[in-house]
């Protein structure tokens, strides 16, 4: 068994065709407007109000809706008729795979059971540390905030795994590092595949496609969106109470040969699925003493 998506499930089940899929991707992605489009939409604040909201967000831990309200941008009356507006018409993946015709109501229930069952283990209301680690609400709010920071800055929609502990970090095409010290230290490690890379700089660069980009560039985008992980992470340990300094990020020239846990650290390993089958991992090298 693995981390699926539902869609996933279905095409591996024989359930549904990938046409299928794809045409009720297309409708849910129409219908599904996200909270920034919403608003739009509804008239109440312009794109270039959008945009400010984003940049603030990359600096500041706080939801679209939240930080639009920080910004005086929309009132608090105007962000609970959006959320109300989105939760009225959200469409769910299944009920738009009725809709074009590829499933029965009945067919949809049974799946859904199955797919319920098939990734139980997998399951997590929380981010949970294994035990013995110690500074465990760190590496908590470290990892939620990676998972923060991938919807909101790069627009990534995925899946978490359970965290692990690891020896090593298995050999990936591109591996971008961030040191912590202070009264916290540890090693901030984040994996990506090429077409992964490629959805982070396009976030970054704000651009609708970067095949013509360098490879400095597209690392370098990686890179930045590590420091804006890592920055509200230095952030959010000092209202806890922790003085974490981060270093400058940088690429890891070892990622194709794997990369050691070095002694008498634990190698915490977080993986994030993606709906396309590609996996970001998250890893923190934690100082046992």
Same mark, same amino acid.
């Given at each position: ?5 539902f ?41 270039v !109000? ?19 309200v ?28 009725v ?18 069952? !098939? ?16 500074h ?55 994996s ?10 396009k ?41 974490? !300094? ?40 934690v100082?046992?003493?």
């Open positions: 068994m693995a981390v699926k998506f869609g996933q499930f279905l095409i591996e089940k024989g359930a549904v065709t990938r046409t299928a899929l794809l045409q009720a991707i297309d409708l849910q992605e129409k219908t599904n407007l996200k909270f920034g489009e919403m608003v739009i939409e509804m008239g109440l604040m312009t794109t !109000d959008a945009a400010r909201i984003h940049l603030a967000q990359r600096s500041e831990d706080l939801h679209f809706g939240d930080m639009a920080k910004l005086s941008i929309i009132t608090e009356e105007q962000v609970q008729q959006v959320l109300t507006r989105q939760r009225n018409s959200h469409l769910y993946i299944g009920e738009a795979l809709k074009v015709g590829a499933l029965s109501e009945q067919e949809l229930e049974k799946y859904l059971e199955e797919f319920k069952q !098939d990734q139980q283990a997998y399951i997590s209301e929380k981010i949970e540390i294994p035990a013995g680690v110690p465990q609400p760190i590496w908590e709010m470290v990892a939620d905030l990676t998972y923060k920071m991938l919807t909101r800055v790069a627009g990534i929609s995925f899946r978490p795994g359970p965290c692990t502990i690891i020896k090593k970090l298995p050999c990936r095409p591109i591996i971008a590092e961030m040191g912590f010290s202070g009264s916290i230290s540890a090693r901030y490690l984040l990506v595949s090429e077409s992964t890379r490629n959805l982070v700089a976030a970054i660069l704000d651009e609708d496609s970067v095949e013509n980009e360098s490879v400095e560039v597209l690392d370098d985008s990686v890179k930045e969106f590590i420091n804006i992980v890592c920055g509200n992470i230095a952030a959010k340990a000092a209202q806890l109470g922790h003085s974490i !300094d981060i270093a400058p990020p940088e690429m890891r020239a070892d990622s194709n040969t794997g990369i050691d846990v070095p002694q008498d650290h634990t190698g915490l390993m977080f993986p994030i699925y993606l709906s396309d089958g590609e996996v970001f991992e998250l890893t923190i090298f100082p046992q003493n």
